[in-house]
């Protein structure tokens, strides 16, 4: 069989390609730093990560414990998580992870708060939606305020 220094060259290009593409993903995953090589706070998320489910599965007869009992757990881990990615170390697996135990505790469980940045908010839009129809109230209160 013939084989022509074409094709090889061909081959090679699309070895060197699928290569580039590979390192492309994995530099852009972060994987380095999940890979257990580079950062021992993998593994302290790992374990975070363990704990909470772990949590979820003792309380799974009664669902609306898991709020109470997994609160800390939860909030260690999230708190753990938020340090990794603002450090640069959280990988595209960390944040798999974290997504889908965030989506358990939130959608599943129904558990969670809004974030107290919405407070301010919803109260101010609250006292804004109040002012007219205070206005309104007044007017049919008060119908004949000025002169006559």
Request: charged letters at 15%; one cysteine or more; a negative charge.
């Amino acid at each position: 069989a013939v084989v022509s220094t074409q094709s090889t060259g061909d081959n090679a290009m699309v070895i060197r390609r699928l290569w580039d593409s590979y390192r492309n993903m994995w530099s852009s995953a972060l994987c380095d730093t999940c890979s257990g090589l580079t950062e021992n706070r993998t593994h302290e998320f790992s374990n975070k990560t363990d704990e909470v489910l772990l949590c979820f599965n003792e309380h799974i007869q009664h669902p609306h414990m898991i709020c109470i009992e997994c609160s800390e757990k939860y909030d260690a881990l999230l708190n753990l998580f938020k340090s990794l990615q603002s450090a640069g170390y959280a990988c595209a697996d960390l944040a798999d992870s974290m997504n889908s135990t965030a989506r358990m505790w939130s959608v599943d469980y129904g558990c969670g708060h809004p974030p107290v940045e919405y407070l301010p908010v919803l109260a101010m839009t609250a006292a804004m939606s109040f002012i007219p129809f205070s206005f309104y109230l007044a007017l049919w209160k008060f119908p004949t305020c000025g002169p006559s």
